[in-house]
């Protein structure tokens, strides 16, 4: 029998929040935790064991609509749904990243799984299938981004993302970073709806105004009579353009531009986008003014999870090292 393994990684977004969803640029880190599926293929079943999960997920072939599945059979059923392989799979599940902290624990989960059951094709075919089978499996009208980066991940490198041509340019992370991680501890039981919101709203602003990668003034957005929209709008037009400036100071080891531009990016997340919590602004805060850290904020989609922290190499404190590594890869 073919032993088959799989590996896929979480991410850090560095800075473009919600910026997939308008086909603009983002800047996620592929890292050094991720998702493994070991096992081996045969029979008309996909048989999945976790390491965090008390039960296992069992899916049979030729399955169209995962929703009948419970929690993380979903996933599997999700990826079963979309791939849909002929030959069956038996094994098991370890990961190495905190579930459910806007790390991007499920689309490495999904983009394993379907290399284990035997995807083949382009970086941006496995992403996009496994961006659908997410969206199906948990209803949430997820961007490109986390399915992307863990595809696509590159070792020392922010992967610059165009959401709407999917072009990657890899932008080195400058000598003498360190990029680390620190979990809020919060966890996230309301993102699944205030992400679909937040989505709706975006998207009412796109109505009413044109693509929104295309407005260079924020002033522009005064045309949007209902308050909220017109926040979140200044949200994804104002991150867009942090996106743009990041890739700048990163090239030009610019540490000071880099923490302004962190330190923006989680006063829009707050102020526009709404999906910062108080205990997490403490925190940050309280990150910031230690020694050595450049900048930090929150990271994904929000409503808890993980503080990205940008800090000089061996700064004391200031979370988990994570290391910029490869995207996703699968042996035998
Ligand atoms: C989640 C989504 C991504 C992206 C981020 C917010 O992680 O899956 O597509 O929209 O939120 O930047």
Redesign the pocket.
């Given at each position: 029998m073919n032993r088959v393994s799989a590996f896929a990684p979480g991410r850090v977004?560095l800075i473009?929040?919600?910026?997939?969803?308008i086909g603009g640029r983002?800047l996620p880190i592929a890292i050094d935790l991720g998702t493994t599926v070991d096992g081996v293929r045969g029979g008309a079943v996909v048989e999945l064991r976790s390491d965090r999960m008390p039960d296992p997920a069992i899916v049979p072939l030729g399955i169209d609509d995962p929703s009948g599945f419970d929690g993380w059979s979903r996933h599997v059923a999700g990826i079963v749904a979309e791939l849909r392989p002929t030959v069956g799979f038996r094994g098991e599940v370890r990961t190495s990243l905190p579930i459910g902290s806007?790390l991007?624990s499920?689309?490495a989960l999904g983009v394993a799984i379907a290399l284990a059951l035997g995807f083949r094709g382009s970086d941006e075919q496995l992403a996009r299938l496994a961006?659908r089978a997410?969206q199906r499996a948990t209803g949430?009208p997820?961007?490109?981004?986390?399915?992307l980066a863990s595809v696509a991940g590159r070792a020392g490198h922010a992967l610059a993302i165009d959401c709407s041509s999917l072009a990657i340019e890899p932008v080195p992370i400058p000598g003498g970073i360190e990029i680390r991680i620190v979990d809020s501890g919060i966890t996230r039981e309301l993102a699944a709806s205030a992400?679909g919101r937040r989505?709706a709203a975006i998207d009412e602003a796109v109505r009413l105004v044109g693509p929104l990668t295309e407005v260079d003034d924020p002033g522009r957005l005064d045309e949007i009579r209902d308050p909220t929209v017109r926040r979140r709008a200044r949200h994804v037009v104002t991150e867009h353009r942090r996106v743009a400036e990041m890739i700048v100071a990163l090239r030009d080891d610019d540490r000071a531009a880099m923490g302004r531009i962190l330190a923006a990016g989680q006063r829009s997340l707050r102020d526009d986008l709404e999906v910062s919590l108080p205990a997490i602004d403490d925190r940050i805060r309280r990150i910031t003014s230690s020694d050595g850290v450049i900048g930090a904020r929150l990271t994904?989609?929000?409503f808890g999870g993980a503080i990205v922290v940008l800090a000089e190499a061996g700064a004391i404190g200031a979370g988990r090292r994570v290391v910029a590594s490869g995207g996703a890869r699968r042996s035998g």
């Open positions: 977004n473009g929040e919600y910026t997939d969803l983002v806007g991007s499920s689309a961006r997410e949430v997820c961007g490109i981004m986390d399915q992400y989505k994904g989609a929000g």
